[in-house]
């Protein structure tokens, strides 16, 4: 400062002249870069949204999920199996090294180690490139990743007898048992352990609704068919005559013997 026609001061450069808030720039001052968020972004967000939800929707309703009969834990012929997006770990627990005395391996540890490996993939590779060739590391991970899925998914399809998984879940249809058909008691003391006691099936085939004859199933009862036995083979005609009639109309007795 200096005496005289008036006084001079000297300022300090890292001050600034104008003082400025810390708000960033305006979206306007991007023309084509980025948008507003309210209510342009969000509004595309929930178009899209809409429009898969919508199409998921109508899909369930096209093409609902398959239903099996209801959980019966006396029904060992059942085959037991996990939706097709957890067939991966399905097959993974059939190994030696993550099965029996290492299952804890198998179904925690190491799944939890996998996935969780994911939450280290944006510390892996920092690189601000997003081309495939410019970020090895992370796609070497995920190109691991789904193969691993992939392969263990197709390995436990292949060993799936399909047919006879449909079968073990099917919805029968369920009819009144006439317990005091003369068939009734032949039936349960020949075939209810594999057939079931309400002819639903079981380690045999479910016999609701069977469009044999009463003459084809006297047959099988008597000379088998395929793994099932001959289980009436010998008996008086009779107890055979009875039980397929009871088996081709369990709930009218002699009805339907034609």
């Known amino acids: ?59 369930t309703v096209v093409a609902p999920s398959p239903l099996e009969k209801m959980a019966d834990p006396t029904d060992a012929s059942y085959i037991p199996l996990p939706d097709w997006y957890f067939l991966f770990l399905y097959q993974f627990l059939k190994y030696e090294f993550a099965s029996g005395p290492y299952s804890v391996l198998g179904a925690f540890i190491i799944p939890g180690l996998a996935f969780g490996g994911l939450l280290l993939a944006p510390f892996l590779d920092k690189g601000p490139g997003r081309r495939p060739h410019q970020r090895p590391i992370a796609n070497a991970f995920m190109l691991i990743g789904v193969a691993c899925t992939i392969f263990l998914t197709w390995e436990a399809g292949s ?83 009875q039980l397929a009639e009871f088996v081709k109309n369990p709930s009218g007795g002699e009805e339907g013997s034609e």
């Open 1 to 59: 400062m200096h005496r005289g026609k008036g006084m001079k001061f000297v300022g300090d450069s890292r001050i600034p002249a104008k003082k400025m808030s810390n708000i960033p720039k305006d979206y306007s001052e991007y023309p084509g870069k980025t948008e507003a968020f309210w209510p342009n972004f969000l509004l595309k967000e929930w178009l899209v949204g809409a429009v898969f939800l919508i199409g998921f929707l109508t899909l």
């Open 159 to 241: 060993h799936v007898d399909w047919e006879a998984r449909a079968k073990s879940g099917q919805i029968v249809e369920e009819v009144e048992i006439d317990t005091s058909a003369a068939g009734y008691e032949i039936y349960k003391q020949n075939c209810a352990s594999c057939h079931g006691a309400e002819l639903g099936g079981g380690a045999g085939p479910a016999l609701v609704g069977t469009e044999l004859s009463v003459d084809e199933i006297k047959d099988i009862t008597v000379n088998g068919l395929g793994s099932m036995p001959a289980v009436m083979k010998g008996k008086p005609e009779e107890e055979i005559q």
